[in-house]
């Protein structure tokens, strides 16, 4: 080792330098040029030849070599660039195709129409877990879009869900009177749950004809009556009539038949004056009932007309038989001497003979509801 300061060499443990004194500052000993050798091989970046020592026969082989490895080193940089260029590229493309991927991803998550197509898809395939989450993603994006529905309740009828389906296909049709697709489902709904009342009373909501065609096999006709409603004088039967494989029902005091009525079996008979609304409806072994038909009927009795006779009143010199006419149903008493004719008196039954002399043929009709008529007189003279 060397001196810092003069440069002689100082003696193994020596502190101080034994020619200038100073104190020993450990100097590596190497060469320089083999210091700039080493350099060039350390720094990749950096082609620094080896210098040439005069008189070295071996100078040019050094030479040689080192611009050798200066070529390798910069063909080597020129790989590492060209592998980091093309990392950096496929970075850039991987991170512009995930970019794209979720922007893709965004949009379908927002797009109802991505969603209900996917639902269907899957739905033909009978995949109705995903068909179910798409299609609820997809009213999440619509609310209330009647497509949407039907095609979910669709899904609820597949699965015996039958709940959830008749409530999704209530509010279509709420949203689209017109909908015959999702009409024909809930009808079909009801069908396969044997609920024909609720079928019945879905046909009554029903205003659009080309819909009332679907309820064509669940709706009877209406039973009839003979004779139609309306006010008689007289007492009635009525009689009710509905198609074959039915059972009628009845009620008379206003109740609804569908509920509280009696089987219908013979005519109702209406003998005593007042108002009567018959209610009635028919019924098929399915358990479906008609609509129900009612008709009102008012019974007013009036007392008969005045007795009419032939032949007329008069001067007779021949021997006559008076005919006493009698409404249908009525009852004729009679006197010949004026008196004022009751129940207790004669019963007319068949032609009077007029007798001989002035005679006052006085006649009450009474009808089979114990009305009375006025009293009529005639006046017969018999003069043989």
């Known amino acids: 080792m060397k001196c810092a300061n003069c440069g002689a060499e100082l003696k193994v443990g020596c502190v101080y330098c034994s020619v200038c004194g100073k104190e020993a500052q450990i100097v590596p000993d190497y060469n320089e040029l083999d210091d700039e050798y080493l350099k060039s091989l350390l720094e990749d970046e950096t082609d620094i030849p080896l210098p040439q020592v005069q008189g070295n026969p071996r100078g040019k082989k050094v030479a040689s070599d080192e611009k050798k490895s200066g070529k390798k080193t910069s063909e080597k940089k020129k790989n590492r660039n060209s592998l980091l260029v093309a990392l950096i590229l496929l970075a850039v493309l991987i991170l512009l195709s995930i970019s794209v991927v979720i922007l893709i991803r965004n949009n379908q998550m927002h797009s109802f129409t991505y969603q209900y197509e996917k639902a269907v898809s899957y739905a033909d395939q009978h995949n109705y877990t995903k068909a179910i989450q798409y299609l609820e993603r997809a009213l999440e994006l619509e609310p209330g879009n009647t ?13 015996e869900d039958y709940k959830s389906a008749e409530i999704l296909l209530l509010q279509t049709i709420s ?11 809930l009808i079909e709904l009801y069908e396969t749950q044997k609920k024909y009342d609720a079928i019945s009373s879905l046909f009554e909501s029903v205003t659009n004809d080309s819909i009332k065609k679907l309820f064509t096999d669940y709706v009877l006709d209406k039973p009839s009556f003979e004779p139609q409603g309306g006010d008689y004088e007289e007492a009635l039967e009525i009689s009710i009539s509905a198609p074959n494989g039915t059972t009628i029902y009845y009620t008379m005091d206003g109740s609804d038949p569908t509920e509280h009525g009696v089987p219908y079996t013979s005519p109702i008979s209406l003998e005593e004056e007042g108002s009567y609304t018959i209610k009635a409806t028919a019924c098929d072994e399915r358990g479906i009932y ?18 009419t006779v032939t032949p007329t009143a008069g001067t007779y010199t021949e021997a006559i038989s008076i005919t006493v006419h009698v409404p249908d149903g009525a009852k004729a008493y009679y006197t010949w001497d004026g008196t004022t004719p009751t129940t207790e008196s004669d019963l007319y039954t068949e032609p009077l003979e007029l007798p001989e002399g002035n005679n006052i043929l006085a006649i009450l009709v009474v009808s089979e509801q114990g009305l009375s008529s006025p009293i009529a007189k005639y006046n017969y003279i018999y003069q043989p």
Request: charged share 40%; aromatic share 12%; with cysteine.
């Open 175 to 185: 949203v689209d009177p017109s909908n015959e697709e999702a009409y024909q489902l």
């Open 290 to 307: 008609s609509e129900v038909e009612k008709e009102k009927y008012v019974i007013e009795y009036k007392a008969p007309k005045m007795a």
């Open 147 to 159: 497509d949407a529905q039907y095609e979910l309740a669709k899904i609820y009828c597949e699965r």
